[in-house]
């Protein structure tokens, strides 16, 4: 058989469970024809490529990430950081960077909560040092935003605007009026971003293309598109530019897409538009089969979902579903042949998905064949980590969050929870489907979508003087549990073929199989004996998608 591409002399894994291992590989039309070694390839005919031992591995797949929301930020920046030491503070930097640069129509910056002190900030404290212009301050983790009365006016909310998802997604109030603190995606994200849509097609298409030509760089083959919440619009309009691309061959990586349904409310509604986006958003490299609901928030602001409370507040969070409402989803998705992804952050907003798919599985059996998946388990509780896989629910976690310092969030979770976090070693011991991402709300500098530094810190649980781009945040202390580290091996199958299985796209990508895409990267360093502190340098010498050379 005369083939397009024949290599030979290379340490390939696999990610194939049948042949994990393998020396040589042939590829003709885009699929690999041939794996395994020399004396097979006497039955194709072309040029040979010896590799001299060089490693390669299959194309990467990072099965939680962002595109959307970052498209917006690259033109609506969520502004300077500032570190104040307490409130006043605060407010006093912002008013002189303000009086310094008169005339703007919308002032912003960035601000991690804990640089308050325990303080709060209200629309009123923001209206005294901006009164003529909008201000707007990002909270640093993406979930929260303070905003003075010029915004709140321009969307008009008012005291009588209901919360978008009741204790969860809201507009925080005291004594019954707004405060211009909005928190969690469908209360803030269409403030964020109220200017996107304004965009030119040439701009959307820029800010893309920065990050396709990070993925082909880092050896990204395939994602999953973790949606937008509270901005539909939006997250369409970039999704018609991503078909146009892909239709003009301009799309290389492969796109799972998704729809976010914003509560339970919604339900029947968000089934009827994803099933829209299903069929208008289908071309090569894009698909949508995926509704995504943030089932809660996160720990730092407490809106993730907790079974114990928080023992600075004493409160526990809320789950944007119940698990009644989640066991209806899940039949209503089934008929329509739909997938189901959740941001799960809190013990209780994964417990309750589980409590949902068991109770549909207990009235459906086999026939119930929608793919769940719960993504980020930061906390778990004991009684909850092997029901991940009795009940075939896909367990994604985001490795590069594997490091920290556990005095921080021994504030909100108590010292023993806070050294019991990410706990994706045990779940995947389990027999679990364990799958990596790299989610991130910012393309920036690309530093934390890099796989291979997920890689590093799912190893390691430390980021050291070793880590690429962490000259300034270091955590050399391993993380707590230590025995949740993870092998390379595990890394490199969650990077792969687990991520495949998570998208339903197993059969066409995720290994190196006879059949499947020839999507896979070459490496001058073999990665199943590099070191794992400095991993995160790693980056694939050769990217091969669909068997042609794309860097």
Known sequence: MKADKIIKNAKIFTSDKDKPQATALVVKDGKFVYVGDESGLTDYEGDVTDLGGKFIMPGIIDSHMHITIPVGFEYADMGERIEPDGKQEALDIMAKRIKENPGQKRYRFLLEKKFLKGEDIVKEDLDAICPDAELQIQEGEGHSIWVNSKILERHGITDDTPDPIPGLAIYVRKDGHVTGNCIEGAAEVPIIL??????????????????IDFSVEYGVCAVFDAGLPGDMKFHEKVYKRLCELDKQGKLPVYIDGSLVINAERDAEEGLLEVKRFRDEYNTEHLKVHTMKIFMDGTQKIHTAAMVTPYVDVHTFGTTAFSAEGICKLLKNLNEAGLDLHLHTVGERASR???????????????????RVTCAHLEIQD???????????????????????????????????????????????????????????????????????????????????????NYEFTRFPKVFPPEDERMNIEEMLLGFTINGAKQLGIEDKKGSITAGKDADFLVFD???LTAEKEGFSYNKPKEVYFGGKKVN
């Open 382 to 468: 004991d009684a909850d980590l092997d029901r991940f896989a009795k009940l075939g629910v896909i367990a994604n976690f985001t490795p590069h969050w594997h490091a920290g310092d556990t005095a921080f969030s021994a504030t909100w979770l108590g010292e023993e929870r806070s050294r019991k976090q990410f706990r994706c070693k045990t779940i995947w011991d389990t027999g679990a489907l364990v799958a990596w991402s790299s989610d991130n709300i910012t393309f920036m500098d690309f530093t934390t979508w890099n796989p291979y530094l997920g890689m590093e810190v799912g190893m390691t649980r430390l980021i050291t003087e070793k880590t690429k």
């Open 194 to 211: 109220d200017s996107s849509m304004e965009l030119t097609d040439e701009q959307v298409d820029a800010a893309l293309q920065r990050w």
């Open 525 to 527: 360093k073999d990665l």
């Open 352 to 370: 309750t998905v589980l409590d949902g798919v068991e109770m549909a599985r207990k009235e459906m059996g086999d026939s119930l064949k929608v």
